[in-house]
């Protein structure tokens, strides 16, 4: 098989895509243009990936730079510590280990916050502002509360420690370092027997003082539930208010500092967060994408290659991560639509009566509950149609049409009024969007991009999984899952990364006109050709990218804008270089 590694695709090939594209977002008001996009062109080059550090063990998720020290501090879920990188020689990055790691509930024991390891679960999260580190850590089990640690940066010593809520999955600094805002998820355990509330912390940095932000007031009967946009949200849960429901999974802050914009990527779900009276401001729901709509096609099915077409399928966006920019003085939000369920915490629950209640399906074969449903797993002539058309299996079809499309029963069945479906709810949108941060009105969404690029690449390699190599895999199930996203500004120009979870790689586009983004590259430095059935090498290359940090100039070690990116599956933390060519002065 041909060797199929480190491809950048030029954005002229696509040009007449991305004009089709720019059309079939929700449409927001025409904004003024932005910077001449051909005044630059910007090239990221492989430069540097460490050593693995465990294969498929969440070994190097999230990173950031501290450009103080020059080291790279790569959150290791699999260790629960922090790995220090050096990175004053970037070329030496290249195969490295870790200088150093940081213990993190080996500084929790020794400060008295709790009384042995057995209790202190992964690291999640972790951001840097000037000497200091902030860590999210969640508890063993993860339902109990967490903890946010704080380590300073030069010493890596610890210096102090802030319970926090269930779960706690991102944090982020203010631009002054006055306050960490923390999203803490409040996933339920497997079975749904504890459920605990999500929460937002805010942590005082001064002090440590900490105000935490709840959602109760949105509960049914309660004072702020009719303001819950429900048609374009989803309230789902086995038994679960709406504090239960709503799961904060990641943080942008607003231009200004006053407000954070949380994804609560289950519920489909923006929260805006008011940072000055620490409260809930409101709560966005992002609606649905129409993959009937041409420009919005995807590949439904991981048995007939390259299939991507338009079907009768709405996309639940159900973001993974957030990031913001400001645009002529009016903040935008960037969302990474990956697609997630309950799946795994739904399967335990037995009840059939409870199970059908909450809104799911229940299989009595497999005894489970089930919400991620696919005619080839569940059909039978007495549980669901579609109208679709298709002449087989209730209107599913066969193999190569919507028969094996994982989607969920739950909104599926809630937004067709029943059984008799016209249209499926499939998890994540394939893409990423922009949405106005005021409004919520949706500016701009990549379509297919992502698939069509990645297809005309690989071929029936593309949707590969990130732990094997098997084309077209993922098809079925959220396709290349988009799930980091990050932003940069390049000589006044604002650029979007995108990490595609599955098919590896980042996506790479010119966003500084928030209404007409424009594709600059895409690079992965996969092999698909090496069997990694039997365990990982390094001339693989990088795996499962989820955290992006970008580096400016002025910051970097070599004087370059760089993008780190941590990849959960590969074990590796990755340095891509990123090279400015002026077109014109």
Known sequence: MQKKKMFLLPTLILSGCLILLSGCADDGDDGADGLDGAGQVITLSHLASTASQAFDESAAEIVTFDASNQNI?????????????????????????????????????????????????????????????????????????????????ETLDYVNAVEVGALPDMLIFTDDGAKVIVANEGEPNEGYTIDPEGSISIINTFDYSITTVGFTDFNAAESRN???????????GYNATVAQ??????????????????????????AVIDLVNSQVDKIIGLGFKDHSIPGNELDPSQKDGVNIGNWPVMGIYMPDSIASFNHNGKDYLITANEGDSREDW???????????????????????????????????????????????????????????????????????????????????????????????????????????????????????????????DRSDNKGPEPEGVTVGIINGHTYAFIALERMGGIMVYDVSNPYA??????????????????????????????????????????????LIVGNEVSGTTTVYQIDVTLLQE
Not at 226 to 236: R, S, V
Not at 252 to 267: F, I, R, W
Not at 529 to 543: F, H, K, M, N, P
Request: proline share 3%; hydrophobic share 40%.
């Open 73 to 153: 501090l790569t959150v290791n879920a699999n260790s629960g510590q922090v790995d220090v990188f050096d990175a004053a020689t970037l070329a030496a990055l290249d195969g490295a280990d870790p200088v150093q790691n940081i213990d993190l509930a080996a500084m929790l024991v020794a400060d008295d916050k709790v009384a042995d390891t057995t209790v202190v679960g992964a690291a999640n999260s972790i951001a840097v502002y000037d000497d200091l580190a902030a860590i999210a850590v969640e508890s063993a089990p993860k339902t109990d509360n967490g903890w946010v640690v704080f380590v300073n940066t």
């Open 226 to 236: 009719a303001e819950l946009p429900t048609a374009k949200m989803i309230l789902d």
């Open 346 to 472: 739904l399967n335990p629950i037995v009840d059939q009566a409870g199970c059908e209640t909450a809104g799911y399906f229940f299989s009595p074969e497999d005894e489970i509950c089930v919400d991620e449903f696919s005619a080839k797993d569940y059909y039978d002539s007495d549980n669901v149609t579609l109208d679709s058309g298709l002449e087989t299996n209730g209107g599913f079809g066969e193999d190569d049409e919507l028969r094996r499309l994982k989607f969920s029963y739950f909104t599926t069945q809630l937004m067709n009024g029943g059984t008799d479906f016209e249209k499926l709810y499939a998890y994540g949108a394939r893409s990423f969007s922009i949405w106005d941060a005021e409004t919520g009105i949706q500016v701009f969404d990549s379509g297919s991009d992502f698939e069509r690029i990645t297809a005309q690449i690989y071929g029936e390699d593309f949707n590969n999984d990130n732990a094997e190599n098997t084309g077209d």
């Open 245 to 270: 429901s709503l799961e904060p999974e990641y943080i942008a802050l607003g231009s200004d500092n006053t407000k954070a914009y949380v994804v609560l990527q289950e519920n489909n779900a923006v």
């Open 517 to 562: 983004p424009t594709y600059v590259q895409y690079i992965n430095n996969r092999d698909v050709s090496i069997d990694i059935s039997e365990g990982y090498t390094a001339a693989v290359g990088d795996l499962g990218p989820e955290g992006l940090s970008f580096v400016a100039a002025e910051d970097s070690p070599n004087d370059h804008p760089l």
